[in-house]
């Protein structure tokens, strides 16, 4: 039996792809924008809608079409409403107008005005999450108030620290934001900021850039009070500094060794238990191309089985990390995980760093094919490197 179309109101149709372009931040009118939508939605969501559905929903494509319930539904909670009910009962109401992008900017600038007394208030935790998302995926927005997130003790914290995003590295909007966030002067707090900005070079291959706040962050020392994931990227920075630079490892190889046995009964930290300075330390040294001395961290904490405490997505990027790590042991073994269970971690993992690990493990996964499959996976790459403005995977196709 066919399956019943889900008839729907012209004029609520244009009301969703009115509200759709505003959130794209410009109106659909060409087919191609149809494929970076999509994208897109998939990174503000998590949930896909094909550039196809996309095109036959704007007209593109001419067809008796009437979008799913589904696809109504992910569009809704992409314009932030929980659903599309939501959706029909605010646009139905002659009352409600939508926010303006100043109104929106003066709404996300209160909520960091909350005093947090609690650090176990995962409520806010979430909340935060959601709404460095909704900024993030919105480069007008994140122009906006960069300057304000930058100086606000709360969103110091909540905005750049809990979620740093490492899929907009390339991005001159978010890069200012790092930038402006450097105003924070702890020690900590300079780790990190110019740790991020020079991976953000290392990636684009920018090599005077790289130079330059390499430099910089050598300035700053590291002790033993300082986050382990601070601590990792620092030493990180200077593994993917010494790489660049083909020089000798040794040295630096045993200051790891020996953060590492520092750390390694130090897993709680604040509301977490996690192995935080393993997890960035091995992927600093995957990306570096370090895949032995990777899995040797890796394997420091894997000698039994153990629970994290942890959020959502952490875990499965752990395990991407393991599996790129010791995939020299065995490419059956790597080819099996990649083909059978890879995309079950990254449906998982946060949108604020996938496309930065699905890159790492492609350029594994494309080292051990020949023929028309390593081709099909090099498109995948560039499609990827396009995306995000990391150029330093295309080495990995020469």
Not at 257 to 267: A, D, S, V
């Amino acid at each position: 039996m066919p399956k019943k179309k889900n008839y729907l109101k012209k004029q609520l149709l244009e009301e969703l792809k009115n509200f759709t372009n505003n959130t794209f931040t410009e109106p659909v009118k060409h087919s191609f924008q149809c494929e970076e939508l999509s994208k897109h939605i998939k990174k503000v969501t998590g949930s896909y809608i094909s550039a196809q559905t996309l095109r036959r929903l704007y007209g593109f494509i001419k067809s008796d079409f009437y979008p799913s319930v589904k696809t109504i539904n992910i569009l809704a909670v992409y314009n932030g409403f929980p659903n599309w009910h939501s959706f029909i009962e605010q646009i139905t109401n002659k009352n409600f107008q939508p926010l303006t992008l100043d109104q929106e900017a003066s709404l996300y600038l209160s909520f960091y005005e909350i005093d947090i007394k609690e650090e176990r208030d995962m409520n806010y935790h979430n909340a935060s999450k959601n709404i460095a998302l909704r900024i993030l995926s919105n480069p007008q927005l994140l122009s906006k108030l960069s300057s304000s997130l930058a100086s606000n003790p709360v969103s110091q914290i909540y905005f750049f620290e809990r979620f740093p995003y490492t899929d907009g590295l390339a991005s001159p909007v978010y890069k200012r934001a790092i930038q402006l966030y450097l105003q924070k002067k702890t020690n900590e707090a300079q780790i990190f900021g110019y740790s991020m900005l020079f991976l953000s070079a290392f990636l684009s291959n920018n090599e005077r850039e790289m130079d330059s706040i390499y430099k910089k962050l050598m300035e700053f020392k590291l002790n033993e009070n300082i986050h382990p994931f601070a601590v990792a990227r620092y030493l990180g920075s200077n593994v993917l500094y010494n790489h660049r630079k083909n020089k000798s490892m040794a040295e630096l190889l045993e200051q790891i060794n020996h953060w590492n046995q520092f750390f390694l009964p130090k897993e709680k930290v604040a509301i977490w238990q996690y192995p935080y300075f393993q997890h960035l330390m091995a992927c600093y040294l995957n990306v570096a191309g370090l895949f032995d001395e990777s899995y040797k961290i890796i394997r420091s904490i894997r000698m039994e089985d153990k629970e994290y405490e942890i959020e959502s997505g952490y875990k499965e990027i752990l395990q991407v990390i393991t599996s790129i790590a010791r995939h020299s042991l065995t490419s059956f073994d790597y080819k099996n995980w990649f083909t059978n269970e890879s995309e079950k971690y990254f449906e998982t993992i946060s949108p604020l760093f996938k496309n930065f690990y699905q890159l790492q493990a492609l350029c594994v996964y494309r080292s051990l094919l020949e023929g028309k499959k390593r081709e099909k996976v090099n498109e995948k790459i560039k499609r990827l490197v396009n995306q995000t403005g990391f150029v330093y995977f295309i080495n990995f196709l020469q």
